[in-house]
């Protein structure tokens, strides 16, 4: 079992639609990341998490700690934010800041 | 701030040649990280270094790869007698301090190993 899963793998919508992204994780914790690949592969940072919730113009993530569970959420979904979505957690005990465990990514695309 | 830049992007080396990757980290930032993606895998952590330091290089295969961060220049990750497992994405991020804020990452260098 993977140390940190995504739901789903493959994520097609209808410009306009509410988007859930969920990512399982089995270790402790510093943070947890949610990450955006572009389809021409580059890599930006949407959050960084370590309780709680954050909102950035329409992305908004979750996390709960006791649960190990954070979801990524889009809302007006458009065109634009077809991409791989990738969560990736920084581990407490074990590995330096840098030395993430990330999921396989959600690819998600949006229909116009 | 031109953000993180790597260079080059494509990179094409055949067998046994070395494979050099530079990442110039955002003005500002002294914390270097590099991941590689294999076709079709998620991300892995390869290492994290700060100014003439390596400070975590748990995740570099034990043999022909190597990183540095010099003082002066850009970080620079080598690969010895490139073999096509090789062949990945390899993406350098960098940040201003630890805890990873305002973590950043490059566009990442394709490289090919025909």
């Known amino acids: 079992k993977n140390e940190v899963e995504q739901s789903p793998q493959n994520l097609t919508a209808q410009e306009g639609e509410f988007i859930t992204i969920n990512c399982s994780y089995s270790?402790?914790?510093?943070?947890l990341h949610w990450l955006q690949q572009h389809p021409g592969g580059g890599i930006v940072s949407l959050f960084m998490l370590s309780s709680g919730k954050k909102k950035h113009g329409r992305l908004i993530a979750t996390i709960n700690i006791q649960e190990k569970h954070s979801s990524l959420h889009i809302t007006a979904s458009h065109p634009r934010d077809s991409a791989v979505y990738i969560c990736a957690v920084g581990q407490l005990y074990g590995g330096s800041q840098g030395n993430l465990i990330f999921g396989k990514g959600t690819k998600l695309s949006v229909k116009p | 701030n031109a953000g993180v830049m790597q260079n080059p992007r494509h990179l094409v080396r055949r067998r046994g040649q070395e494979a050099r990757l530079r990442c110039s980290p955002m003005?500002?930032?002294?914390?270097v990280y590099w991941y590689r993606q294999l076709p079709e895998e998620g991300l892995k952590f390869m290492v994290y270094?700060?100014?003439?330091?390596?400070?975590?290089e748990s995740g570099m295969p034990k043999e022909r790869f190597s990183a540095e961060f010099p003082k002066e220049g850009p970080s620079i990750l080598r690969i010895q007698q490139v073999v096509r497992g090789d062949s990945a994405a390899y993406f350098c991020?960098?940040?201003?301090?630890?805890?990873?804020?305002?973590?950043?990452f490059g566009s990442g260098t394709r490289l090919t190993v025909v």
């Open positions: 270094l700060q100014k003439e330091n390596i400070i975590d």
């Open positions: 991020a960098s940040s201003p301090q630890e805890a990873l804020t305002d973590y950043t």
């Open positions: 270790v402790g914790i510093s943070a």
């Open positions: 003005k500002g930032h002294s914390h």
